[in-house]
């Protein structure tokens, strides 16, 4: 799965390149300039060497709840002009936004959003993790973000053409109850998501979502965990365990 992070997405100089790691400082020099500039950077509003530092503060810790404050203090820019810089990123399509949950299921909730990166590899390469160092015993804290910002860009890329219509959001709620991503449904009712590093499934990886199967009632649609094995589980009546690649790998027999 490390090798997999460093791999997937490339936006590598060369586009027959299959490890993202060709050519990324090449394509974060780049971010500055091409035809995908925001309207700011264009008119001088806002200098690259501070899009450049705010970016490589996102990956200081990957798929983080959006901090300005803290982000703009990393990126030695003023706080002012953090929202205008991370508009430009989202603009560039480098990083997607998961915002906070909204639907009725939750309560006090928090509404800032997560930053996730479009390309974990650049995320890993701006972190400066090596894909080794992702597999050592005791590395399941640091993959375990670059796994989420996968699994929410991929449903953020799927969003517009989805048969269903949906809303992606990330629960963290003040009295301590937090799942990754919720899918929440027009009618009000919700899917829960949560992403695991291990690669079988264990009762306390559905401990939060069984929480939020409670909290919710007839409005819980069901509770998925997501990690590396190779293939699902049904855990009880509504609560699936599936491989990540489930995401993009459907058997349709």
């Known amino acids: ?55 490589g503060a996102m ?24 929202t205008p810089y991370v508009d430009a990123l989202v603009d ?23 930053a996730v990166f479009d390309d974990p590899a650049l995320a890993r390469r701006l972190a400066g993790d090596s894909t080794a160092a992702l597999v050592e015993l005791g590395a399941r804290a640091r993959l375990a ?10 449903l953020l890329r799927q969003q517009p053409t989805s048969e269903v219509e949906f809303r992606l959001t990330h629960l963290r709620e003040r009295n301590g109850l937090e799942v990754d991503l919720l899918v ?23 401990r939060n979502l069984e929480a939020l199967a409670v909290r919710a009632g007839s409005r819980f649609r069901g509770g998925i965990v997501l990690n590396t094995a190779p293939v699902g589980f049904k855990y009880r009546p509504g609560m699936w365990g599936l491989p990540i690649s489930a995401l993009w790998e459907w058997d349709l027999r």
């Open 92 to 114: 560039l399509g480098v990083v997607r936004l998961v915002p906070g949950a909204r639907s009725a299921v939750t309560k006090r909730a928090i509404g800032r959003p997560r």
């Open 184 to 206: 929440e449904l027009p009618d009000e009712t919700v899917y829960g998501v949560e992403v695991r590093t291990a690669a079988g499934f264990r009762p306390h990886q559905f």
């Open 1 to 55: 799965m490390a090798d997999f992070v460093a791999r997937l997405g490339s936006r590598a100089s060369v586009p027959d390149e299959v490890r993202s790691a060709y050519g990324v400082e090449d394509y974060v020099a780049l971010l500055a300039g091409g035809d995908e500039l925001s309207l700011d950077l264009r008119r001088g509003r806002l200098a690259p060497s501070g899009l450049l530092a705010l970016l």
């Open 59 to 82: 990956a200081h810790p990957p798929s983080a709840e959006l901090n300005k404050a803290r982000l703009a203090a990393m990126a030695a820019i003023p706080p002012t002009t953090s």
């Open 145 to 154: 973000p670059y796994l989420e910002g996968i699994v929410a860009a991929e």
